[in-house]
């Protein structure tokens, strides 16, 4: 047997990770775990400066170059998302995960004040884009023997109550596209994941807990790791819906039975 003198291949190698919300928050320290883990990066936000900017210190650290897909989720139309699965099918040949981390909250407001735009706004960004971005990109992963989609949840007792608006509805809604997608790609290489993070120092949180002391929290790259293994498929046992602890290695199942499968 010949002997392994190399160390052993980073765990996303080779691997096209697409990630919305980017520039800033989860999505941004998602793709510096998923850029340090080997993978090709695919930045997609809406601050062209703040990609720029992770862009440049992603190449500086000696990572892949990532690409930049400008792009507003709140205006996007279906065919937005088919010109981007295009794009990364002819950059790259292939997709193996995505990681939706865009979100939407102007602040907390009952539903009898909130303007209307800010409704029909708050459920595009944050449950209709998720669904027309991987619907799109659907026949990309399943060209790959192990993929995986994450889509990143909130609290659902929280987010249920008083003046979380369509933040909130749009949020319990995404808990199930994951578990009907899940269902249809049950026999598929695609592997389904809702993602809980827990309290974090973050813009969207501040919108909702201004007094809060921030320097408390950790920070977004605290739960980036687990994200990272479950795009790498670590653990193939991993439940449909995970929380992430902070600076934890194994996730662990948020102990949903209803969405269980």
Same mark, same amino acid.
């Given at each position: 047997?010949?002997?392994?003198?190399?160390?052993?291949?980073?765990?996303?190698?080779?691997?096209?990770?697409?990630?919305?919300?980017?520039?800033?928050?989860?999505?941004?320290?998602?793709?510096?775990?998923?850029?340090?883990?080997?993978?090709?990066?695919?930045?997609?936000?809406?601050?062209?400066?703040?990609?720029?900017? =992770?862009? /440049? &210190? !992603? #190449?500086?650290?000696?990572? @892949?170059?990532?690409?930049?897909? +400008?792009?507003?989720?709140?205006? *996007?139309?279906?065919?937005?998302?088919?010109?981007?699965?295009?794009?990364?099918?002819?950059?790259?040949?292939?997709?193996?995960?995505?990681?939706?981390?865009?979100?939407?909250?102007?602040?907390?407001?009952?539903?009898?004040?909130?303007?209307?735009?800010?409704?029909?706004?708050?459920?595009?960004?944050?449950?209709?884009?998720?669904?027309?971005?991987?619907?799109?990109?659907?026949?990309?992963?399943?060209?790959?023997?192990?993929?995986?989609?994450?889509?990143?949840?909130?609290?659902?007792?929280?987010?249920?109550?008083?003046?979380?608006?369509?933040?909130?509805?749009?949020?319990?809604?995404?808990?199930?596209?994951?578990?009907? =997608?899940? /269902? &249809? !790609? #049950?026999?598929?290489?695609? @592997?389904?994941?809702?993602?809980? +993070?827990?309290?974090?120092?973050? *813009?969207?949180?501040?919108?909702?807990?201004?007094?809060?002391?921030?320097?408390?929290?950790?920070?977004?790259?605290?739960?980036?790791?687990?994200?990272?293994?479950?795009?790498?498929?670590?653990?193939?046992?991993?439940?449909?819906?995970?929380?992430?602890?902070?600076?934890?290695?194994?996730?662990?199942?948020?102990?949903?039975?209803?969405?269980?499968?």
């Amino acid at each position: 047997m010949a002997a392994n003198d190399g160390a052993a291949s980073p765990p996303l190698a080779n691997r096209v990770i697409l990630i919305t919300g980017a520039n800033g928050g989860l999505g941004e320290a998602v793709a510096r775990a998923s850029a340090a883990a080997g993978a090709n990066v695919v930045l997609l936000g809406r601050r062209v400066p703040r990609l720029t900017r =992770l862009h /440049d &210190e !992603l #190449e500086a650290a000696g990572c @892949r170059t990532p690409s930049i897909y +400008p792009m507003d989720l709140s205006g *996007a139309v279906p065919e937005d998302y088919d010109v981007l699965a295009r794009a990364i099918a002819d950059e790259y040949g292939r997709l193996d995960g995505i990681v939706h981390c865009a979100a939407e909250l102007k602040g907390l407001s009952s539903l009898q004040n909130l303007p209307l735009e800010d409704w029909f706004t708050g459920l595009h960004v944050n449950l209709t884009a998720p669904f027309l971005l991987t619907r799109a990109c659907l026949p990309l992963l399943r060209e790959r023997e192990d993929a995986c989609v994450l889509f990143a949840l909130d609290d659902a007792q929280r987010t249920a109550r008083a003046f979380w608006g369509p933040y909130g509805v749009a949020k319990h809604a995404l808990r199930g596209l994951v578990s009907i =997608l899940a /269902d &249809e !790609l #049950e026999n598929s290489p695609i @592997r389904v994941h809702g993602v809980e +993070p827990g309290p974090m120092r973050s *813009a969207l949180r501040a919108r909702a807990f201004f007094a809060e002391d921030a320097s408390t929290l950790p920070d977004p790259s605290a739960y980036a790791r687990a994200c990272v293994q479950l795009l790498a498929g670590t653990d193939r046992a991993a439940p449909r819906f995970v929380t992430l602890q902070p600076h934890s290695i194994a996730p662990r199942s948020l102990g949903l039975a209803t969405f269980a499968g």
